[in-house]
């Protein structure tokens, strides 16, 4: 080889890896921005007082901003420059954080929902009378008219969630061309037996968003959303209140500009590079020799049809043929579906199950952010790199890929399965998961929530400002625990003489309450440590699977229509798989809820507590069972693939044996390429 050629393959490698390198830092931004999406519901939903099934539908907006536009850019994209397309994505991708956290500078301060007005003066010794035994306040469940309401909405700035409903969806419109365009670049101009592991790699590096985006949601979840605004020492509740609201806008301000950083590497590669490993005087009936297992394993029909200088209009014309030819393919097809299935139970697991962990074992929100990202998203991790590299190891083939993939499937299915029977009783809250007496209920109603040792109080039965007595038990609020007095200011509040404790106690027992809900029972924090166990086994065995799955997607599909394929995929899983499964979620999750809140404004707001037996068979049931159903799918697949396979193995046997009766005298093999179907054939039955 010369120098010049020698210099020329070198270039062409640095920039396939510096095209690899960029790749693995986009994934890892906008997996840093999704993750911190998904680790912010719980604010945002708290924030704009909406129930889950809304917090649901502005979720499913990053998938709606995908179906907008991703089986063009799929298409025409890669016919175009696919590095710049890239770099366009993300400067959207990064103009949609930023509008995403615009609404926190157009509303005023947050105000919680409480039942009394904490004093700050801390001059005063005994200064609020929960108990309002003299009847004199208006009703504080009166709906105000529609004048004040609609003022106080304009204040509030209650329809501000539709900001981050379009941000969000801009971030999909942005995230479109990474995938199909990166993936089908990277295994275009690189070596088929490196195309697993770069997308290990890449994925491996692309994992370490999640970690990064939900440790920084846990973080700023402890921090107050009007930080630098407000007087902190004039907030009553902390981060475990189901009031609580972090500064979930500063990380998309964060997480925007890591996206736009990403950007500007793509406006620097070129349209194309020389496949990797290849000389490129190379004779074309040498390659046309060779036979890789992609094509082996793809449809008997034309191979990828000659260059030619192509127009817009033409590309428009082939596209519905292009289509017909790819869902011809019934492995494609079945693998779809596969995913699909798979996905809707994964999509519903990841935006909920924060709330999952803190609803059923009483952790706080930033806590179980906090354990999702330093524990289950590292054994993803781990799960990608460990099946690149068992397809590496074992130069497993489509068939070997599927089986690493199904198995996978079975054990993360198994894992889940075990997790449906762990569970903690509910909180204790008096008039809703339990009697004033202790007793369990067995109806919930707002009517509940009354008791003798109340009846004289004029309570509010909409506001939740809950107080944890010494007995252990949690009161919705202190009015409704019958407390006379109060000592303290700010969060080291503590009322006193509250008549409902008493009713448990003893006469001589501490008839005294503090803000916030009571701790769950010590076996709890046993059961949830045995449930995070299951979950991280859980999550690195389906990780397993991951990058055989894929390589079994890319292995069965033409190479001109490979990125129409992955394009397709995405659009029909994000269209199906990613947008229904946090509404229907959310809607099933909110009919668990036994306390919802109340809005500034009036009106039913977020919910602050769930039936917890209730959420947990919901919420892990309908997972279950959609693992369940894409198992079953894995193995109609699987079936599949291994009977393609044999009639493969046929056709080649038959192919050798007719090259055999056609002995050449010269001792040269003559190798007859295939023009169509109708040639192949012919082939196959010399």
């Not at 204040?155 to 999909?172: K, T």
């Not at 055989?548 to 994000?574: C, E, F, H, N, W």
């Not at 037996?613 to 599949?640: D, E, H, P, Q």
């Amino acid at each position: 080889m010369s120098v010049e050629s020698k210099k020329t393959s070198e270039a062409c490698c640095s920039k396939l890896k510096l095209f690899l390198a960029s790749l693995a830092f986009v994934y890892f931004s906008k997996a840093f921005g999704g993750a911190y999406m998904k680790s912010s519901i719980t604010q945002i939903e708290r924030r704009f007082d909406i129930p889950s099934s809304l917090i649901g539908f502005i979720d499913g907006s990053f998938e709606m901003g995908n179906l907008l536009v991703i089986a063009f850019v799929s298409y025409f994209g890669a016919k175009l420059h696919r590095p710049r397309l890239i770099g366009i994505g993300c400067v959207i991708m990064a103009a949609g954080s930023y509008l995403t956290a615009l609404p926190h500078f157009f509303q005023g301060p947050y105000k919680y929902e409480t039942s009394v007005a904490h004093s700050t003066n801390i001059n005063s010794s005994e200064n609020i009378l929960p108990c309002l035994s003299n009847n004199s306040l208006i009703d504080l469940d009166e709906t105000p008219d529609a004048a004040a309401k609609t003022a106080c909405e304009k204040a509030a700035g209650s329809s501000m969630w539709i900001y981050v409903f379009l941000g969000n969806m801009l971030r999909g419109i942005g995230e479109t061309p990474i995938m199909p365009l990166g993936v089908s670049y990277l295994d275009d101009f690189s070596r088929e037996e490196n195309t697993p592991f770069y997308l290990a790699c890449i994925h491996t590096v692309g994992i370490l968003g999640p970690m990064f985006g939900f440790m920084l949601g846990s973080f700023l979840a402890k921090i107050y959303v009007d930080i630098g605004t407000v007087d902190l020492d004039t907030i009553t509740i902390t981060h475990k209140d189901s009031r609580w609201v972090g500064a979930w806008w500063l990380g998309f301000i964060v997480t925007g500009t890591v996206v736009l950083m990403s950007s500007i590497p793509f406006w620097f590669l070129p349209k194309s590079l020389p496949k990797q490993g290849k000389e490129q005087s190379r004779s074309k009936s040498t390659e046309l020799a060779m036979m890789t297992e992609q094509e082996n394993f793809l449809p008997e029909e034309s191979q990828e049809p000659e260059e030619k200088p192509v127009t817009f209009k033409e590309l428009a014309k082939d596209f519905i043929p292009s289509l017909k030819r790819l869902f011809k393919n019934s492995i494609f097809s079945l693998m779809v579906l596969t995913y699909l299935v798979a996905v809707n139970g994964f999509i519903g697991m990841i935006t909920f199950k924060p709330k999952f962990m803190e609803q059923t074992f009483g952790q706080s929100a930033s806590k179980a952010i906090f354990l999702i990202g330093i524990l289950n998203l590292p054994a993803v991790a781990l799960g990608i790199i460990t099946g690149g590299f068992v397809l590496k190891r074992f130069k497993l083939g489509v068939i070997g890929a599927a089986r690493v993939s199904i198995t996978a499937s079975i054990g993360a299915f198994c894992m889940l399965s075990i997790q449906v029977f762990i569970q903690c009783d509910n909180a204790e809250v008096a008039g809703l998961t339990v009697s004033y007496q202790g007793a369990p209920h067995v109806s919930y109603n707002p009517q509940t929530l009354l008791s003798q040792c109340n009846m004289g109080c004029s309570c509010s039965m909409k506001h939740w400002d809950p107080v944890c007595a010494y007995n252990g038990m949690t009161y919705a609020s202190p009015c409704l625990a019958g407390c006379q007095t109060s000592t303290g200011t700010g969060r080291e509040m503590v009322f006193h003489n509250c008549s409902c404790i008493g009713e448990i106690n003893t006469p001589t027992a501490n008839m005294s309450a503090v803000l916030g809900q009571c701790p769950r029972k010590n076996d709890c924090d046993s059961k949830f440590k045995i449930y995070m166990a299951l979950s991280v086994i859980g999550s690195f065995i389906s990780a397993c699977g991951g990058t055989p799955g894929y390589i079994v997607l890319l292995r069965s599909i033409q190479p001109d229509l490979k990125s129409l394929a992955l394009g397709m995929q995405t659009l029909i899983v994000r269209t199906l798989g990613g947008i229904p499964p946090p509404i229907y979620f959310g809607a099933l999750i909110d009919r668990t809820c036994l306390k919802w809140g109340s809005k500034q404004c009036g009106g039913r707001g977020a919910c602050r507590l769930y039936d917890a037996n209730a959420f947990r068979m919901t919420f892990l049931g309908l997972i279950t069972g959609l693992y369940c159903v894409s198992n079953m799918l894995w193995g109609g697949l699987y079936l599949k693939i291994v009977k393609k396979q044999k009639k493969i193995a046929l056709r080649k046997q038959a192919k050798e044996n007719g090259l055999e009766g056609n002995g050449v005298s010269n001792g040269h093999a003559n190798i007859n390429i295939a023009k169509n179907k109708e040639d192949t054939d012919k082939e196959s039955t010399i």
